[in-house]
C-alpha cells in the first residue's frame, strides 16, 4: 500500500504508534471519568453531577492549548511534549494513590497535559517528510482508531481487576510511550 514505507522510518513510525496511543488514552480517560468520579471512595457523586465536572477536563484542554501555544514558541516540542505526558502520567498516579476530591479534579487535570498532545506529535513525526507529506497525514489519520482499541482493552482491565483505578495504568503507559517520542524528537529531524 502507498505510504506504508513511511512506517519504517523510526521518527514517522513512532509518532504514528504515538498518534494510536494518544487518541486511545484520551479516549479510555473520556470513557470512564464520570463513573471514575461516581466511586465512594473519590467524589461519591450522582451521574448527571459527575457529568457536569467533565467541563473542566474540556476547559483545562483549552486553556493548555493557549499556554501550550505561548510556551512552544520557546521550548523545543518534544521537551513539551515529553513534559506534559509525564504531567498526565503523575496526574494519574496522584489521582489513583489518593481519595477524595483531590483524586477527582486531578484525574480532571489531565485536560490541561492533553491540550498540545495531538498536533505536536502530528507535528514532528511528519517533519521533513517533504513531498510525501500527504501520505504520512493520511497514515496518521488512520492511527486515530487507536481511540477504539485502547478504551476497550482498558475496559477489559477494569472488569477483570474490578478497579477503574487499577484500569488506568494503560493510559499511563500510552503517556509513557509520548513521553519517550518526545524526548526521541526533542531535536529537529534531519
Known amino acids: 500500500m502507498a505510504g506504508l514505507d513511511l512506517l519504517r522510518r523510526p521518527r514517522f513510525g513512532f509518532g504514528a504508534l504515538c498518534i494510536f496511543l494518544y487518541v486511545g488514552a484520551e479516549v479510555s ?3 470512564l471519568i464520570v463513573s471514575y468520579l461516581m466511586q465512594d471512595h473519590v ?3 450522582q451521574e448527571q453531577a459527575a457529568g457536569k465536572l467533565i467541563g473542566l477536563y474540556w476547559g483545562g484542554a483549552m486553556m493548555g492549548r493557549f499556554i501550550g501555544s505561548v510556551v512552544l514558541r520557546l521550548v523545543s ?3 513539551v511534549l515529553s513534559g506534559v505526558a509525564l ?3 503523575a496526574l494519574i498516579l496522584f489521582s489513583t494513590a489518593s481519595t477524595g476530591a483531590v483524586a477527582g479534579y486531578s484525574l480532571l487535570a489531565i ?6 498532545m495531538f498536533p505536536t506529535i502530528f507535528s514532528l513525526a511528519c ?6 507529506a500527504a501520505d504520512g497525514s493520511g497514515i496518521i489519520n488512520v492511527a486515530i482508531f487507536g481511540g477504539a482499541v485502547v478504551p476497550l482493552a482498558t475496559g477489559v482491565i477494569a472488569d477483570a481487576t474490578g478497579s477503574l483505578a487499577a484500569s488506568l495504568f494503560l493510559p499511563a503507559a500510552c ?3 509520548i513521553a519517550g517520542f518526545g524526548w526521541f524528537a526533542r531535536r529537529p529531524a534531519a
Open 175 to 177: 503517556y509513557a510511550a
Open 43 to 45: 467524589m461519591g457523586l
Open 87 to 89: 504531567g498526565a502520567i
Open 127 to 132: 517533519e521533513k517528510l517533504g513531498p510525501r
Open 29 to 31: 480517560i473520556g470513557s
Open 77 to 79: 516540542p518534544g521537551k
Open 111 to 116: 485536560g490541561l497535559m492533553n491540550a498540545i
